[in-house]
């Protein structure tokens, strides 16, 4: 059985930490873009953003990977799930990348979830961005 710390401190046993467990393997393994065709279009200037599913409590993070000629990254933040309750521990959420288009042309974004510290990726996400003028 799976244990779970409870609220007044005691280790438990029980079923939420099995739904904390099985969450978290869930968004482990099917780490894929939000976009489904993970192409995009862009205008020369105009930010856009790229979210991905991510738990980082186990110690997984998305890293881009970018031509700095074509993209320039604005921010990089994690939300976790709003729909969780807040004492829950473990719940994932979404990783959400925002970009700012700086030349026209052709591209790619390469997302790649890890832990710093292993070597290899759990998954990678690539991403084509055309950037227009308008």
Request: hydrophobic fraction near 35%.
């Amino acid at each position: 059985m799976f244990r779970q710390m409870s609220k007044d401190g005691v280790l438990r046993e029980g079923p939420v930490a099995l739904a904390c467990i099985l969450t978290a393997v869930f968004l482990c393994a099917g780490m894929n873009g939000r976009d489904s065709n993970r192409s995009k279009s862009a205008v020369l200037g105009k930010s856009f953003q790229i979210t991905v599913a991510a738990n980082p409590t186990t110690g997984y993070k998305w890293m881009a990977d970018y031509d700095k000629e074509f993209v320039s990254l604005k921010s990089k933040t994690y939300v976790r799930d709003p729909t969780k309750p807040k004492d829950w521990v473990g719940v994932g959420g979404q990783t959400v990348f925002v970009f700012v288009p700086v030349k026209t042309g052709r591209t790619r974004i390469r997302l790649v979830y890890r832990r710093t510290w292993e070597a290899g990726t759990s998954q990678e996400v690539t991403y084509s961005v055309t950037i227009t003028a308008r």
